[in-house]
């Protein structure tokens, strides 16, 4: 009896040693590194998926023409024209509605006939005169869209730019997409939008946050399970004036001006989507609305304020190593 | 008889144990934190990997001019309007990256074996 009680102990303990044996060796990942959605994206898969990175890539160009097409469609009609649309546009409008409300209307998709006057995304950059800001104003306001779950009207002159968040939607189907080809762990990260599916060989995905000021050391490193970061920083797409002043690409609808609450803003969610609408709708909100939103919301926040203040919300700890 | 049955498969599977084991902790300890570091240079339609070796890499079409010297790489020179990639300055840790992406021009510090699987920018 003892005798095979042993020999069972052996057998478990063989079987422990076996897992961790193959927990450590784990599965062999690739990185495929491109431009796509306008930035730099690398796709983390094991190397037997390697056809399903090629696949995202594919998917990558596919969707960013879609959301051009459907924004240009839009942006491009005459006033009062019904516009034809697919379901894919309609989910971004209903998105782009949800972060506006969160924002009390600092949020706005239309504020693109603001950002699109100072030049950005590519410039060139110049500051606009008090005059332009006064004639863009009326163009900065979601209500003058309306829209069925198939067409869009615009009920007077308005422009949209999806920008904030349609990233994030896109690597949502990538990540969709890698499901359907069977793959189970990965990571997508297109330019700071990130979205981590399974694991890394039994282990969360690591990621670290980028310094604002610094290449010489990171804000955070969290570990990364089947959710999605995003992250706002000054450093992404900004211009500087003649005085020294840092322009920077957010805008905050209610002001008609450029941000600058934050220097970096990062977002934890169960979407990429969620993720990189957030991190910009948060940049618009002061510390204590980052706090009662990001509860409610459950989102994770990490933010280093202006004077560098570094700040945590709602379980931000919990994911740091 | 039965001890003798029991014994040598104790004393394997000891051994057996024993060596997945250490193999597996060597595996877990010694992972590289970096492994070899090599430079990812993107441009349209091109790819190049090249080392650390302190060098100038002109893109003329593109309009940018990367440097690497002493173990690090940065945007010395871009014709693009933001300038980003410029001040971002140097990168050398892996996953570190400098992009122009006006002109489709990036440079990533790729790592065989990284710690971190991913930088937020």
């Not at chain 1, 904030?164 to 499901?179: M, N, Q, T």
Request: net charge negative; aromatic share 8%.
């Amino acid at each position: 009896m003892r005798s095979l009680r042993r020999t069972h102990l052996h057998h478990g303990l063989i079987l422990l040693a076996a897992l961790l044996f193959l927990t450590a060796c784990g599965e062999k990942f690739d990185t495929r590194t491109t431009y796509a959605l306008g930035t730099l994206v690398s796709i983390t898969v094991p190397s037997s998926a390697d056809d399903a990175a090629g696949g995202v890539v594919q998917l990558f160009t596919e969707k960013q023409r879609q959301v051009d097409a459907w924004e240009a469609a839009v942006n491009d009609a005459p006033v009062g024209k019904a516009v034809p649309v697919e379901p894919g546009f309609i989910h971004l409008l209903e998105t782009a509605k949800y972060l506006r409300n969160l924002t009390g209307n600092r949020f706005d998709i239309t504020v693109f006939a603001l950002t699109r006057a100072y030049g950005f995304p590519e410039g060139p950059f110049r500051e606009i005169t008090e005059e332009e800001r006064t004639d863009i104003a009326p163009m900065v306001d979601f209500t003058r869209l309306a829209y069925t779950r198939t067409h869009v009207v615009k009920k007077a002159p308005v422009a949209v730019h999806t920008g904030a968040f349609a990233k994030g939607w896109i690597v949502d189907e990538a990540v969709r997409y890698l499901k359907a080809h069977g793959v189970e762990h990965a990571l997508i990260n297109a330019g700071g939008d990130i979205r981590a599916l399974g694991n890394k060989s039994g282990r969360p995905w690591r990621i670290a946050i980028r310094h604002p000021d610094t290449n010489e050391r990171y804000l955070g490193v969290i570990r990364l399970d089947n959710r999605s970061l995003a992250t706002s920083g000054d450093y992404e797409r900004f211009f500087e004036t003649d005085d020294g002043r840092r322009i920077t690409h957010i805008f905050d609808a209610k002001t008609l001006a450029p941000a600058d609450n934050w220097k970096s803003v990062s977002v934890v969610a169960d979407t990429c989507e969620k993720a990189d609408g957030l991190a910009t709708a948060y940049w618009l909100m002061s510390a204590a609305s980052i706090e009662t939103v990001c509860a409610e919301e459950h989102t994770p926040v990490l933010a280093m304020a202006k004077d560098g203040t570094v700040m945590r919300f709602c379980g931000w700890e919990s994911l740091e190593e | 008889m039965k001890s003798d049955r029991v014994h040598p498969v104790r004393l394997l599977d000891w051994a057996v144990i024993a060596a997945l084991l250490i193999i597996s902790a060597a595996t877990v300890l010694f992972v590289p934190t970096g492994g070899e570091r090599r430079l990812l240079l993107l441009s349209p339609g091109e790819t190049r990997t090249v080392g650390f070796e302190d060098a100038v890499y002109p893109f003329p079409e593109e309009g940018v001019i990367i440097e690497v010297k002493d173990g690090r790489a940065r945007f010395i020179e871009a014709d693009c309007p933001d300038q980003v990639c410029v001040k971002t300055g140097w990168v050398s840790s892996c996953g570190q990256a400098a992009i122009c992406a006006p002109n489709r021009v990036a440079v990533v510090v790729s790592c065989e074996e990284a710690a971190i699987d991913a930088i937020a920018e």
